[in-house]
């Protein structure tokens, strides 16, 4: 199958009108988007946008072998007026079927938001699904079976992207997958930082009126292994952290921190922490990476960094001088060396965080200039191996790697 996306935004299109954001001020010329509208093989067309004659004919595609107008959108009737020459427009009942004169075939998707989804299947067996804005899908692994993956699928990923983690839980999505983000906003951040981050979700954004081969693998992009996130206090680098692996299922959070009894300040930043991530993944406190790192299984996020690094001078007594000189120091860094490895050997995709301290300040103590020493040569050992590296600042991700 062949599709082309005659628009790629939002339902208020980007930019919506009359909003005076960054975002908004930014999508201009090819940055702008028009609603998402999908047309397969020119016979088949899903959703009715504003200026859609328009759209197709800058996309080099003309409507009138368009044979069937299916709605995703919650509206009982059609969204504009419908151009000349187009057949009546209809929705498909969810789970219900329809079989098309041109070969294709339609399965009607239930969402779990207002709307209804499309499983389009080609003559020639190639598969997609499309999920309209703010939808996931409902009822899947209701048979406990696992889902044959999609050729292609196109959703809001950015909007949503625990549909994105619930389809590949269900294994609709899987690694040679196309994953197409529509219904882009003014939410999502400027073009750079969107193909940035849809990239580390597996998935991928293309512009208004380009045409796509349904099974041509080659573009998918590779989701990185291992990611170091750095920043300092309230850089948002936490959430940067959450964020990448947002669309991945069962992600296993590894809090470093412990407990630290009666600190109410700090059980409320733990919980702000743990209410802000999906109910799907899983935490575990533990200081013992290197195992976690060895093992199979789903997505890691260590949160963080420093604070591993601080337990672990407390065990080796590294604030004491005579300590450090005496041991100290060769075994702290016999255990950095070991967690430095078991990051290299991963294969399990892991996200750490770690704060970036100093900054030309010397610590006024001996154990705080040991400490800032100590942390920056364990971020530079780790970032030597990392695929990906990012600065956090004022909430954005400068990459470096």
């Known amino acids: 199958m062949e599709i082309t996306l005659l628009g790629t935004g939002a339902p208020q299109g980007l930019p919506r009108p009359g909003c005076p954001c960054a975002a908004c001020a930014a999508a201009v010329g090819p940055a702008a988007r028009g609603q998402t509208s999908l047309l397969v093989d020119g016979t088949l067309l899903i959703d009715l946008t504003p200026g859609l004659a328009l759209a197709a004919a800058r996309a ?5 072998g368009v044979r069937q107008v299916l709605l995703s959108h919650p509206q009982a009737g059609p969204a504009v007026d419908l151009p000349p020459g187009l057949p009546a427009p209809g929705r498909v009942p969810d789970g219900e079927r329809l079989a098309l004169l041109t070969g294709h075939k339609v399965r009607a998707v239930a969402a779990d938001s207002p709307g209804t989804g499309y499983e389009v299947t080609g003559p020639a067996g190639d598969r997609l699904l499309y999920l309209p804005a703010g939808c996931g899908p409902a009822g899947l692994n209701g048979s406990g079976e696992r889902a044959v993956p999609y050729d292609m699928v196109l959703l809001d990923v950015v909007g949503r992207p625990d549909a994105l983690a619930r389809l590949r839980a269900a294994g609709a999505v899987g690694p040679t997958t196309d994953v197409i983000a529509v219904h882009l906003g003014h939410e999502a951040p ?16 293309v512009p208004d009126g380009r045409s796509l081969t349904v099974g041509a693998y080659e573009a998918v992009p590779d989701v990185p292994r291992r990611t170091l996130v750095l920043g300092g206090a309230r850089s948002g680098k936490s959430v940067e952290a959450e964020r990448r692996l947002a669309s991945f299922p069962g992600v296993v959070y590894v809090a470093t921190s412990g407990s630290r009894g009666d600190d109410e300040e700090w059980a409320h930043r733990v919980r702000t922490h743990r209410e802000r ?3 799907s993944w899983r935490t575990e406190e533990t200081r013992d990476l290197v195992p976690l790192l060895a093992a199979d299984g789903p997505p890691l996020l260590i949160d963080c960094l420093a604070l591993w ?6 065990e080796v007594d590294a604030w004491d001088d005579e300590a450090w000189g005496h041991g100290g120091r060769r075994r702290l ?11 290299r050997a991963t294969g399990r995709t892991v996200v750490a965080v770690s704060n970036e301290v100093g900054s030309g300040v010397v610590p006024a103590t001996a154990s705080g200039r040991r400490f800032r020493d100590e942390l920056g040569s364990l971020n530079a050992a ?4 990392s695929d990906h590296v990012l600065l956090v600042v004022a909430g954005l ?5």
């Open 309 to 314: 690094l601080t337990h672990a001078m407390d």
């Open 277 to 279: 991530r999906p109910a």
């Open 60 to 64: 080099g595609r003309s409507l009138s």
């Open 190 to 205: 400027g073009a750079p930082e969107t193909t940035r981050r849809l990239a580390a979700a597996g998935a991928r954004a």
């Open 382 to 385: 780790l970032a030597a191996e």
């Open 333 to 343: 860094t016999s255990r950095v060396e070991e967690l430095t490895t078991a990051w």
């Open 397 to 401: 991700a400068v990459p470096l790697r």
